[in-house]
């Protein structure tokens, strides 16, 4: 059964409600660096595993055309089964991950990663690669981190960077406000196809 949020997210993403909860709140970026390629077994063709700020495991099982992102050390196949939905023929995760902190604490309670979804530029009439990518999504994952719990991360919203101008802003506030209540395994996330929690 899960839970659903009294918060009505267009009413949040118009009047800048949800401004006062990230006040005093900081980031520390990281890139997908200081990875080491493992034996994917049978999550993916490929695997790497890089270390976050405090040396937290993430996972990004990988193919061709496509990418996911778990954070350990708990519950990775339940993370990987978490993504947003996404246009486009393949998949790219990042390049950064946003990891939020509250004042005076030294582990992070958020992080926020963007997924995109992107296709190569061919010719339509020679099917000749033209170079580069068209962007057709372009998400932000708002995720919940769990360090003690049988699942170490979880999603809790996603944001439609291309519609949004503000997203960065909004995804702040959002993690904020939502990460103490969130229950991972039980609440629902949220995202354009659930506006309101009741």
Not at 3 to 32: D, K, N, P, Y
Not at 85 to 92: N, Y
């Amino acid at each position: 059964m899960r839970t659903l949020f009294g918060i009505i997210i267009t009413v949040c993403l118009t009047s800048g409600a949800l401004a006062q909860f990230a006040l005093g709140h900081r980031s520390e970026f990281t890139e997908f660096d200081n990875c080491e390629d493992r034996d994917p077994g049978d999550l993916a063709p490929y695997l790497q595993i890089c270390l976050g700020p405090q040396g937290q495991e993430i996972w990004l099982p990988y193919s061709e055309h496509s990418s996911a992102m778990a954070i350990g050390p708990n519950g990775i196949e339940t993370q990987l089964d978490e993504r947003p939905s996404l246009a486009g023929l393949d998949m790219m995760i990042g390049p950064v991950i946003d990891w939020r902190y509250r004042p005076d604490e030294e582990e992070p309670y958020a992080a926020i990663v963007r997924y995109r979804g992107l296709t190569p530029n061919y010719n339509q009439e020679t099917a000749e690669y033209m170079g580069g990518t068209t962007t057709h999504s372009n998400i932000l994952v708002i995720i919940a981190l769990r360090a003690e719990g049988p699942v170490s991360a979880c999603h809790m919203a996603y944001i439609n960077a291309m519609e949004i101008p503000n997203a960065n802003e909004i995804a702040h506030d959002l993690a904020a406000d939502l990460e103490q209540r969130f229950v991972c395994g039980e609440t629902r996330y949220l995202d354009a196809d659930h506006p309101a929690w009741d």
